[in-house]
Every structure is written in structure tokens, then in C-alpha cells.
């Protein structure tokens, strides 16, 4: 059985940086990573997908001041967060593709790795 593990959140001041990483169990083939996040009272949002370890992809938001990236041999990835804004507060889950098949889609994802950006 897959299992997903978030790390590396934390509180960090306005403009500042954090890195989280993502590391998958059970040695499933995966064909894509991302990152989503969840912020109190708001659906969650993608924010970052990359694809076979080279087609990333961003949300509107974090465009240009994220950046993701895997490694499918260790089935890891990560998301370097620079120039980070309150908005940004929020908890932050990893999701692997499998296949075709996604596997975290509806419900409960966890606690994840909570990020607050504050003064």
C-alpha cells in the first residue's frame, strides 16, 4: 500500500523561504507528483504538478516564486518556496500519480505539512 509523507513546514516571515518535501511508500510507479494546500474555510487548490520528473506545472498564485521537483527513482519531491506571503498559509499535502490514477482525490487528506507565513 502507498503511503505519502509531508515534511518541512513551519513559520517563516513574509519573504522568506521553505522548502517541503514529499516521500512515497510501498515503491509504486509513479508517473507524476504535486502539491496542494488547504487553508482554513477554502477548498484546496493545486499548487504545483510535475510529470515524469520534467513538465511542471503551477497555480496562478505561486507561479514564479515556486518551484517543484521529484525524483522518480527515490519517488520524492519537493517544493522550494521562496518569497513567501500570508496567503500562502495554509496546510500542504502531496498526491502521486500512479499509472493514470491519482492517489488522494476526494475527502480527508491528512494532516499534511502546515505552512503560516507571519510576521
Known amino acids: 500500500q502507498v503511503q505519502l509523507e509531508e515534511s518541512g513546514g513551519g513559520l517563516v516571515q513574509p519573504g522568506g523561504s521553505l522548502t517541503l518535501f514529499c516521500r512515497a511508500s510501498?515503491?509504486?510507479?509513479?508517473?507524476?507528483m504535486g502539491w496542494y494546500r488547504q487553508a482554513p474555510g477554502k477548498q484546496r487548490e493545486l499548487v504545483a504538478s510535475i510529470f515524469s520528473g520534467t513538465r511542471a506545472v503551477y497555480g496562478d498564485s505561486v507561479r514564479g516564486r515556486f518551484t517543484i521537483s521529484s525524483d522518480i527513482r527515490r519517488n520524492t519531491a519537493t517544493l522550494q518556496m521562496n518569497d513567501l506571503k500570508p496567503d500562502d498559509t495554509a496546510a500542504y499535502y502531496c498526491?502521486?500519480?500512479?499509472?493514470?490514477?491519482?492517489?488522494?482525490?476526494?475527502?480527508?487528506w491528512g494532516q499534511g505539512t502546515q505552512v503560516t507565513v507571519s510576521l
Open positions: 510501498g515503491s509504486p510507479r509513479i508517473t507524476a
Open positions: 498526491n502521486v500519480r500512479i499509472g493514470s490514477v491519482w492517489l488522494r482525490s476526494e475527502g480527508s
